[in-house]
T-cell receptor, first 112, second 112 residues
Framework: GESVGLHLPTLSVQEGDNSIINCAYS??????FIWYKQESGKGPQFIID?????DKRQGQRVTVLLNKTVKHLSLQIAATQPGDSAVYFC???????????FGKGTRLHILP | KAGVTQTPRYLIKTRGQQVTLSCSPI?????VSWYQQTPGQGLQFLFE???????NKGNFPGRFSGRQFSNSRSEMNVSTLELGDSALYLC???????????FGQGTRLTVV
């Protein structure tokens, strides 16, 4: 069925290191995936997306990898900064509408 | 351009009452989606409207309803409030109903 989950509820990373946040999905029909960042007191903010016909997409300091064989999605943040502290959600979109199914979220802590 | 605006930001209601929340999407966006966010359940999809028509609905009871006006502004209504309805209600808008969705800051509803 429709479900998107994250492997870890929290992740602590040293400032300057790379962060990798993982997500597993179960719906083989999902054809579009999005990563959102939510800071305290704010709504989710779009980070990067990827369509199912791609394996990798890069943005500014972020890379999303999609492995359709094992239904796995990951977000890599390079040179993690204090401003990256937030909860990160992976989400899937099925079909041509705007229904987005969110995973539970991973809280990223940046250690000084 | 202005982002997604949700009003009010905070609301306290009593069990049994009803509440109406408002969302003004980004100018030009025709798709508006609503989500409920709670610590236990995460972000859950409520419904999506496109050009005044409800296109998708999540698994919520009939007490939750919504509508969209010709100017794309949307409202959601919750009747006969229960304590479990306490949550952050988020609205998101997008241009065509697919792809990057922009979220508002949400309305924090507390039911007492």
């Amino acid at each position: 069925g429709e479900s998107v989950g994250l492997h870890l509820p929290t992740l602590s990373v040293q400032e300057g290191d790379n962060s990798i946040i993982n997500c597993a999905y179960s719906n083989s029909a999902s054809d579009y995936f999005i990563w959102y960042k939510q800071e305290s007191g704010k709504g989710p903010q779009f980070i990067i997306d990827i369509r199912s016909n791609m394996d990798k997409r890069q943005g500014q300091r972020v890379t999303v990898l999609l492995n359709k064989t094992v239904k796995h999605l990951s977000l890599q943040i390079a040179a993690t900064q204090p401003g990256d502290s937030a909860v990160y959600f992976c989400a899937e979109n099925i079909g041509g509408d705007d229904k987005i199914i969110f995973g539970k979220g991973t809280r990223l802590h940046i250690l000084p | 351009k202005a982002g997604v605006t949700q009003t009010p930001r905070y609301l306290i209601k009593t069990r049994g009452q009803q509440v109406t929340l408002s969302c003004s999407p980004i100018s030009g966006h025709r798709s508006v989606s609503w989500y409920q966010q709670t610590p236990g359940q995460g972000l859950q999809f409520l419904f999506e409207y496109f050009s005044e028509t409800q296109r998708n609905k999540g698994n919520f009871p009939g007490r939750f309803s919504g509508r969209q006006f010709s100017n794309s502004r949307s409202e959601m209504n919750v009747s006969t409030l229960e304590l479990g309805d306490s949550a952050l209600y988020l609205c998101a808008s997008s241009l065509k109903g697919r792809g990057e969705a922009f979220f508002g800051q949400g309305t924090r509803l507390t039911v007492v």
